[in-house]
């Protein structure tokens, strides 16, 4: 079994519908899609997670065409909208995917730049090859990383929240796990627009989550 996360992105406009009016707000940051769902009609449900202000986001989908119905959730770490939507062409032929091939979606979905977002699946080599391979015209497709599948993994880092994960990503691309390492925490806190010590403490409680299980 292969893990596969690509980064799809369309040549015009947003695979999500409302992601670029969400985005273009000054107070609201997109930041994953936990779950999401196409319905009998075509249409789409889906949870999403966003950084922001709640007066904000609910005058986004408010004033949003393509959005049904909506309801938006405070957390403590952020936002959560379920929201019933009519899908781009974009979203409708990747979700058509799901349902002609033999794999499975590991959520969350992750926002990427330019109107993508990064999808990891789960399945069979070669099934995952042909639903790579039956990706419509009008979107690129990018491999973020190809590896065997391992649940252990998987499951450490479904202890982590999205923030923490972000954290956890960017420091591993920069370098910070290398040995020798390549990245400090103030290039971290660089990319993320974060203090150091605001990096640091998140990276200790990360590594002290992580280990914890690990000893277990």
Not at 46 to 67: F, N, P, Y
Not at 101 to 126: C, N, Q, S, T, W
Not at 186 to 199: G, P, R, W, Y
Request: glycine fraction near 6%; charge should be negative; avoid cysteine.
């Amino acid at each position: 079994m292969r893990y596969v996360k690509v980064s799809v992105i369309p040549t015009e406009g947003d695979i999500d519908p409302v992601a670029s009016a969400i985005e273009a707000h000054p107070s609201l940051t997109r930041e994953s899609i936990l779950h999401i769902s196409r319905l009998n009609d075509g249409t789409v449900v889906l949870l999403t997670q966003i950084r922001g202000e709640e007066g904000a986001l609910d005058s986004v989908l408010a004033s949003s065409e393509e959005v049904l119905s909506y309801d938006v959730y405070p957390q403590q770490d952020g936002l959560q909208a379920y929201v019933h939507t009519e899908p781009t062409a974009a979203a409708a032929s990747l979700l058509e995917l799901e349902q002609e091939h033999e794999f499975v979606l590991d959520m969350p979905i992750e926002y990427g730049p330019d109107g993508g977002l990064k999808v990891a699946v789960i399945g069979r080599e070669e099934t995952v090859r042909r639903a790579i391979d039956d990706i419509p015209e009008g979107i690129r497709v990018e491999l973020e990383q190809l590896s065997d599948y391992d649940p252990e993994l998987r499951e450490l880092s479904s202890l982590l929240t999205d923030r923490q994960q972000e954290l956890l990503d960017t420091a591993t691309d920069l370098g910070y796990y290398e040995v020798p390492r390549q990245a400090t925490h103030q290039d971290i806190a660089d990319e993320l627009d974060l203090s150091t010590t605001t990096v640091g403490e998140h990276l200790r409680k990360i590594e002290a989550r992580m280990l914890s299980e690990i000893a277990h």
